[in-house]
């Protein structure tokens, strides 16, 4: 603000433009350079850091290229900054040199960092004449103190670079010179071809939508309508309607995945793909603008007989008639009537293929034929992001499939897989053409809302590296009146021409991928059947019978990635705890994510914070909660299902350097140790770590508990957590039972004495009169009492007090009643995290005290975190209570109409991380999907609201409900068995049980419900 009122009237622009010329004039003299001089470099700058186009002799380099960033690491080039290679054989090829080392010094006094590569390929004699006198030239100029330096110059051997480095070189570099090559302004001369491009035609675009109508009339079926979208009546569907200009404030999404491949897809079209990992192989470029939303793939329809061009998708080109999308579990359909043309497209992902499926049905609704072009077009990344990896994209056509392959030439993580592109008619395919050149297809001063080559007969099919990459592919059809037909479009990734083909060849029938899609759609079926609940509350059982649990697996689990985040990467004490939401419906996918993550275990016990899976390399650091997920994890899938082979499953650990002193986390690639132990030994590593206290008796803060963002309050070794001391003693206490099993009498001895101190400890340091403290900082002050001024409450700190047990009856309830009265606002529906926010406390907590107060974990409902108060209150028998914060909690009651909408904004269908929580953004959901809310949700209101818990091979009920509540339904599938369970409470309690049946005979109430996989339907009734 005070630039902007400096720059404040004319006579300020004025003196600005004076001083700016003069400095440039001061700059040119002191570097003895002419102003033609310094176009020529800036116009080189240009060329540095935005696509290069005129570089057509490195086409061949890339294609021949096998190498990727790590290939420039033994000359001690990073290769984290624009590369100019200047290659030179004659000492009388110097003066070039010359240029472009001053060239480098006005790069770098403009603050510029650029890689200036000398490579000598004099291959005469030993003296070495070339090499003396590069390097005179260097030590005389300005860049001496910068040789072999970051952003610097680096002189370096061709005869003694293997020519595969050589190719390398050259294909990065994103100017390359020769000495041989003239000077300068000659060699950077655009080499460009003109090449011809199909004739032009006419185009129109559907009449601009100007109104912003809602639709108002409520449309049939759905439930919970809002005004851009509702449920379906089974459930399984979310729809959105829209009409005339308006989309939700907010892009909502849908995340389809596989284990190995998946996509993103917005109402409006928007989103992207990826193969392998959501964040490293990117196929298509990922967008977090919550405004454009912009999609890097997009379909597009022409009638090839007036030229009309439009998509079935709100974007980018929209008309004035309805929109209807539907979002499911493994799926979205977008369905569209414009221009005579009925228009459904169904994107999908096989169950086991790196594929992305739309299946595009036209049917004509007219009375005379039509005849319609197709054209695909999508954005190619094959990598992390496309500004770092379009250059070194090489597009081509596959002879055998017709498919348009695209392969990134620079590539060290996943140096065979490569993306295509291939569309498939069910009838007669009149004609084909495709394009790799992005320019060709959105055209100068294009868009892709109007892209240039729709205005030509067809694509140009060219392809090659030296293009700015796209993928596009057109069909035309004909449509006879009232004909329907189907075009399939695949996206996909493979690692081989053979494996590429063999999943093209199987999917050029329509039946074949409509069984694939019926199969994708059976899948979740089948999971998400497991558990179904029927309550009085209808949008508690659509989030418990489908959207939950789809959220954890597909998005948590599978994809890694959604809107506002694409990490990709797996964290440790993440997705072990989503893991724990299968348990029910797939307990064998909590097994495996259990093996998985002991094997990111480093050998001292400590573990790494996050990792990438596909390339290896992952973070350790300080985080003192991490490592003990691993032993609740094991203990929670045991007890519910009754396998103690686990705990004897052999798993390596990790080899590594330790952390020193003062070092809080170090990034690098994972070592595999020679070292194995069952899971047993590793849970006793996790804990032994952890066992270590502080001057108030409580665990040891480290770099951050549960809550990252307090990463600064025990960062030097002396800063206590009290939430850690609770999540201890819960591990601690499980793991003693376990411990005597194995006949292990010293660990469980240990942990028995462990258990005693926390309480003791927790109960006294940690109480601060009406709730429980949060941590002690460094210096031993408190955080989390009512001596701060910021933080004197924090929510997890109360409900952990409960969920462990370690607390006393009095002093929880208390806890929790201070948790109901200060972080609970009925007015606005939220739970917050903690209050009041941070805003100046010193020394800071950590990064935490960056987020604006109210926003995430700062004093914001951080909603993982916010359901463990659900869970607490259940536990604590106060079903009134434990099911009012479940109802706040869930995202279907904060979008309910259309002011609603515009205040949460996001999508009312799975869980937000957080919603803001301080004017004016009271109530605004912030990043959903990607958020260990869900799969926590569902285990609070299926076992802890519900009650329906499973230990072993036996069923427990006990529900803890609103006492308004007459009944509830539950059909629990266990094998090809099928138990019906009925919670009847005629007299209006919150808990407990006075009657309990299995197929009409008494049992005790309390009593286990054997399970037996007798392909039976078993009837459960239970009173309370």
């Known amino acids: 603000m005070e630039m902007i009122q400096q720059m404040h009237g004319a006579l300020y622009f004025q003196r600005t433009f004076e001083l700016a010329w003069t400095r440039s004039r001061v700059e040119l003299r002191y570097l003895s350079l002419t102003s033609k001089q310094a176009n020529l470099f800036q116009w080189m700058a240009s060329q540095l850091f935005y696509f290069n186009p005129y570089r057509s002799g490195r086409v061949q380099f890339a294609l021949n290229n096998r190498k990727g960033q790590s290939g420039l690491w033994p000359y001690g080039i990073s290769g984290d900054f624009p590369i100019v290679l200047v290659r030179l054989n004659d000492p009388e090829e110097l003066s070039l040199v010359k240029t472009v080392l001053r060239a480098h010094e006005y790069w770098r006094l403009k603050g510029m960092k650029v890689d200036l590569v000398i490579l000598n390929d004099f291959q005469g004699s030993y003296e070495q004449p070339l090499q003396e006198a590069l390097r005179h030239l260097i030590e005389t100029s300005s860049e001496r103190n910068n040789l072999d330096q970051p952003g610097g110059v680096f002189l370096r051997s061709g005869r003694l670079m293997p020519e595969v480095d050589q190719i390398l070189l050259e294909t990065v570099a994103r100017i390359s010179l020769r000495g041989s090559g003239g000077n300068l302004e000659k060699q950077l001369q655009s080499k460009a071809e003109n090449e011809l491009l199909p004739a032009k035609r006419q185009i129109l675009l559907p009449k601009q939508v100007t109104s912003n109508l809602m639709v108002t009339s409520l449309p049939k079926g759905l439930l919970f309508f809002n005004g851009w979208g509702g449920f379906s009546n089974s459930g399984s569907e979310y729809v959105i309607t829209l009409k005339a200009k308006d989309l939700p404030p907010s892009p909502w999404i849908n995340v389809?995945?596989?284990?190995?491949?998946?996509?993103?897809?917005?109402?409006?079209?928007?989103?992207?793909?990826?193969?392998?990992?959501?964040?490293?192989?990117?196929?298509?470029?990922?967008?977090?603008?919550?405004?454009?939303?912009?999609?890097?793939?997009?379909?597009?329809?022409?009638?090839?007989?007036?030229?009309?061009?439009?998509?079935?998708?709100?974007?980018?080109?929209?008309?004035?008639?309805?929109?209807?999308?539907?979002?499911?579990?493994?799926?979205?359909?977008?369905?569209?009537?414009?221009?005579?043309?009925?228009?459904?497209?169904?994107?999908?992902?096989?169950?086991?293929?790196?594929?992305?499926?739309?299946?595009?049905?036209?049917?004509?609704?007219?009375?005379?034929?039509?005849?319609?072009?197709?054209?695909?077009?999508?954005?190619?990344?094959?990598?992390?992001?496309?500004?770092?990896?379009?250059?070194?994209?090489?597009?081509?056509?596959?002879?055998?499939?017709?498919?348009?392959?695209?392969?990134?030439?620079?590539?060290?993580?996943?140096?065979?897989?490569?993306?295509?592109?291939?569309?498939?008619?069910?009838?007669?395919?009149?004609?084909?053409?495709?394009?790799?050149?992005?320019?060709?297809?959105?055209?100068?001063?294009?868009?892709?809302?109007?892209?240039?080559?729709?205005?030509?007969?067809?694509?140009?099919?060219?392809?090659?590296?030296?293009?700015?990459?796209?993928?596009?592919?057109?069909?035309?059809?004909?449509?006879?009146?009232?004909?329907?037909?189907?075009?399939?479009?695949?996206?996909?990734?493979?690692?081989?021409?053979?494996?590429?083909?063999?999943y093209l060849k199987s999917y050029r029938q329509t039946a074949v991928v409509n069984t694939v899609l019926q199969d994708a759609q059976n899948f979740w079926d089948d999971l998400l059947g497991q558990v179904q609940v029927y309550t009085p509350d209808t949008g508690l059982d659509l989030l418990l019978n489908r959207w939950l649990l789809y959220q954890t697996l597909s998005c948590r689990l599978w994809a890694r990635s959604a809107f506002y985040q694409s990490g990709g990467a797996y964290g440790f004490r993440d997705q072990l705890q989503d893991s724990l939401a299968l348990l029910h419906a797939k307990p064998a996918l909590a097994k495996?994510?259990?093996?998985?993550?002991?094997?990111?275990?480093?050998?001292?016990?400590?573990?790494?914070?996050?990792?990438?899976?596909?390339?290896?390399?992952?973070?350790?650091?300080?985080?003192?909660?991490?490592?003990?997920?691993?032993?609740?994890?094991?203990?929670?899938?045991?007890?519910?299902?009754?396998?103690?082979?686990?705990?004897?499953?052999?798993?390596?650990?990790?080899?590594?350097?330790?952390?020193?002193?003062?070092?809080m986390e170090h990034y690098g690639l994972t070592k595999i140790s020679q070292e194995k132990a069952s899971l047993y030994e590793h849970c006793l590593r996790a804990i032994d770590h952890s066992l270590h206290m502080g001057s108030h008796g409580l665990p040891l803060m480290g770099g951050g508990d549960w809550n990252d963002g307090m990463n600064r309050v025990g960062k030097k070794g002396l800063g206590e957590s009290v939430w850690l001391g609770w999540f201890l003693y819960t591990v601690c206490q499980g793991m003693i039972p376990v411990c005597l099993e194995r006949g292990d009498e010293a660990p469980a001895q240990k942990y028995r004495t462990a258990v005693e101190q926390l309480a003791a400890a927790l109960n006294q340091s940690g109480w601060d009169g009406n709730w429980y403290r949060r941590a002690y900082s460094d210096n031993g002050e408190p955080l989390g009492s009512s001596i701060n001024n910021e933080c004197q409450i924090d929510c997890i700190a109360q409900a952990w007090a409960v969920i462990s047990g370690a607390a006393s009856k009095e002093k929880a309830k208390t806890a929790m009643n201070s948790l109901d009265e200060k972080l609970v606002s009925r007015e606005d529906s939220m739970i917050n995290l903690l209050t009041p926010p941070f805003n100046s406390t010193s020394p800071s907590p950590g990064y935490i005290q960056a987020y604006p107060p109210g926003v995430r974990e700062n004093g914001g409902q951080y909603t993982h975190g916010a359901v463990w108060s659900i869970i607490a209150w259940a536990m604590l028998g106060e079903g009134n209570r434990a099911y009012e914060l479940f109802h706040m909690l869930n995202p279907i009651n904060h979008a309910r109409n259309h002011n609603e909408v515009q205040r949460y904004k996001v999508e009312p269908y799975v869980m937000a991380a957080d919603v803001y929580s301080v004017p004016p953004y009271v109530g605004r959901g912030g990043w959903t999907w990607y958020t260990g809310a869900a799969g926590w949700m569902y285990q609070a209101g299926l076992e802890w609201i519900l009650g329906l818990q499973k230990k072993g091979a036996n069923l427990f009920l006990n529900p803890c409900i609103p006492e308004d509540w007459r009944e509830y339904q539950i059909k629990y599938r266990f094998g090809q068995t099928t138990y019906q369970i009925l919670i009847k409470n005629p007299a209006g309690k919150q808990s407990g049980c006075s009657r309990l049946e299995l197929d009409g005979k008494s049992l005790p109430p309390g009593s286990p419900i054997p399970l037996f996989d007798d392909g039976q339907v078993h009837q459960v009734l239970l009173v309370l």
């Open 256 to 502: 389809i995945a596989n284990q190995k491949y998946g996509f993103q897809i917005s109402e409006s079209g928007g989103g992207y793909t990826w193969a392998a990992n959501s964040r490293e192989f990117k196929l298509t470029p990922w967008s977090n603008d919550p405004v454009l939303d912009p999609s890097g793939e997009i379909c597009y329809l022409r009638d090839e007989e007036n030229g009309m061009i439009w998509t079935f998708t709100p974007l980018p080109i929209r008309d004035d008639q309805p929109y209807t999308v539907r979002h499911g579990q493994g799926y979205t359909v977008f369905a569209h009537l414009s221009q005579g043309i009925e228009q459904t497209g169904t994107y999908f992902v096989p169950l086991n293929e790196p594929l992305k499926v739309i299946q595009l049905t036209l049917r004509n609704t007219g009375k005379k034929p039509r005849r319609l072009a197709i054209t695909y077009y999508l954005e190619w990344v094959l990598g992390v992001s496309r500004n770092q990896t379009a250059r070194y994209i090489n597009t081509g056509i596959d002879s055998d499939s017709g498919a348009l392959v695209a392969h990134n030439a620079y590539q060290d993580n996943f140096p065979e897989q490569f993306g295509f592109l291939q569309m498939v008619a069910e009838g007669t395919e009149i004609e084909r053409s495709w394009t790799g050149d992005r320019a060709e297809f959105i055209g100068r001063s294009g868009s892709l809302a109007k892209p240039a080559a729709l205005g030509r007969q067809a694509l140009s099919n060219r392809t090659g590296s030296g293009y700015n990459p796209c993928g596009a592919m057109q069909l035309k059809i004909n449509l006879a009146a009232e004909e329907a037909q189907t075009v399939t479009i695949i996206i996909g990734s493979a690692k081989s021409d053979q494996e590429m083909r063999r």
């Open 592 to 663: 495996a994510q259990i093996l998985k993550h002991a094997a990111h275990q480093f050998r001292e016990g400590d573990v790494q914070h996050w990792w990438h899976e596909e390339t290896g390399y992952g973070i350790r650091t300080r985080f003192s909660d991490d490592l003990l997920w691993l032993p609740y994890a094991a203990l929670r899938y045991t007890m519910h299902t009754g396998d103690n082979n686990l705990w004897q499953e052999l798993i390596p650990f990790l080899d590594g350097e330790p952390l020193q002193e003062l070092e």
